[in-house]
């Protein structure tokens, strides 16, 4: 099984977690806990690769190798609420049972939810073959691989002048990619473009945008390359706070929110 370690999408993670660090304050607390979790999970991944888990190991592997440092990195460089409420549970919580939920996609309290999926997304994301063991879910609103709910929505670069690239969804879960429609609710699959709004902030975040439905009351977060090719999705999210406070005020919940908790 072949593990991905220090990739150039690592690579670009880094260094667009510290572009955006100095282009928006209100996100640096995120940002910077962002980037202290990429350097603890990089450790546990190479002794993964030495020793890979079967399919039913993900979460004792997870827990075992990389749980103490994503643990070690909130205390440093997370909000002290979320630090302290972390180690309780890493004291307190069965933990191998707290990321087999979350790998079931069971709904989780705030602190159990990251403590699993900072673990454990990160070993589905390096082996792809593990995502694939997950319980699947018959519909194109899920991830192929994991079965996982999509995180964010996002527009690639087609290379050609008259060619727009499709629209794709990023998992929640394995960060696996896949093709979805355009004009077609994320959540609920409604094709009622009529309500299917999109609110913007293009000053302040030129490539980012909510699609959000009126039908089922969901929304995600776009990020367009196009607009912005240095965006690097899975991170810009990450500043898109006001974004996602808008859309909460006007009553959209989140498809599933991010690792941060929002």
Same mark, same amino acid.
């Given at each position: 099984? /072949?593990?991905?370690? *220090?990739?150039? %999408? !690592?690579?670009?993670?880094?260094?667009?977690? %510290?572009?955006?660090?100095?282009?928006?304050?209100?996100?640096?607390?995120?940002?910077?806990? $962002?980037?202290?979790?990429? #350097?603890? !999970?990089?450790?546990?991944? /190479?002794?993964?690769? /030495? &020793?890979?888990?079967?399919?039913?190991?993900?979460?004792?592997?997870?827990?075992?190798?990389?749980?103490?440092?994503?643990?070690?990195?909130?205390?440093? @460089?997370?909000?002290?609420?979320?630090?302290?409420?972390?180690? &309780?549970?890493?004291?307190?919580?069965?933990?191998?049972?707290?990321?087999?939920? =979350?790998?079931?996609?069971? /709904?989780?309290?705030?602190?159990?939810?990251?403590?699993?999926?900072?673990?454990?997304?990160?070993?589905?994301? @390096?082996?792809?073959?593990?995502?694939?063991?997950?319980?699947?879910?018959? #519909?194109?609103?899920?991830?192929? %691989?994991?079965?996982?709910?999509?995180?964010?929505?996002?527009?690639?670069?087609?290379?050609?002048?008259?060619?727009? *690239?499709? &629209?794709?969804?990023?998992?929640?879960?394995?960060?696996?990619? =896949?093709? $979805?429609?355009?004009?077609?609710?994320? *959540?609920?699959?409604?094709? #009622?473009?009529?309500?299917?709004?999109? $609110?913007? #902030?293009?000053?302040?975040?030129?490539?980012?945008?909510?699609?959000?439905?009126?039908?089922?009351?969901? $929304?995600?977060?776009?990020?367009?390359?196009?607009?912005?090719?240095?965006?690097?999705?899975?991170?810009?999210?990450?500043? @898109?706070?006001?974004?996602?406070?808008?859309?909460?005020?006007?009553?959209?919940?989140?498809?599933?929110?991010?690792?941060?908790?929002?």
């Amino acid at each position: 099984m /072949e593990l991905l370690t *220090a990739t150039e %999408s !690592w690579t670009a993670r880094r260094r667009r977690a %510290s572009e955006l660090l100095e282009a928006y304050p209100h996100a640096a607390e995120m940002l910077g806990l $962002y980037l202290a979790l990429l #350097d603890a !999970w990089e450790p546990g991944l /190479e002794r993964l690769r /030495e &020793r890979p888990p079967a399919a039913g190991e993900v979460a004792a592997a997870a827990v075992r190798e990389l749980l103490p440092a994503v643990l070690e990195a909130t205390l440093a @460089a997370g909000p002290k609420v979320l630090g302290e409420a972390a180690l &309780r549970r890493f004291h307190e919580a069965d933990l191998e049972g707290l990321v087999d939920g =979350w790998l079931a996609g069971e /709904e989780l309290p705030t602190v159990d939810r990251y403590l699993a999926r900072a673990a454990a997304g990160p070993v589905l994301e @390096a082996m792809p073959a593990l995502a694939r063991t997950q319980p699947a879910v018959a #519909d194109d609103r899920h991830c192929p %691989s994991c079965g996982g709910l999509p995180q964010l929505a996002y527009f690639g670069i087609s290379g050609e002048s008259l060619v727009s *690239a499709p &629209r794709r969804l990023l998992c929640s879960r394995c960060n696996q990619s =896949w093709i $979805y429609p355009r004009l077609v609710c994320a *959540a609920c699959g409604s094709e #009622d473009t009529g309500r299917l709004p999109i $609110y913007s #902030d293009s000053e302040r975040f030129a490539g980012l945008r909510v699609d959000a439905c009126e039908v089922c009351r969901r $929304y995600l977060l776009t990020v367009d390359l196009p607009k912005d090719p240095a965006a690097v999705p899975v991170v810009d999210e990450l500043v @898109a706070i006001p974004l996602d406070l808008f859309a909460r005020e006007r009553g959209f919940q989140k498809i599933t929110p991010n690792l941060m908790g929002f």
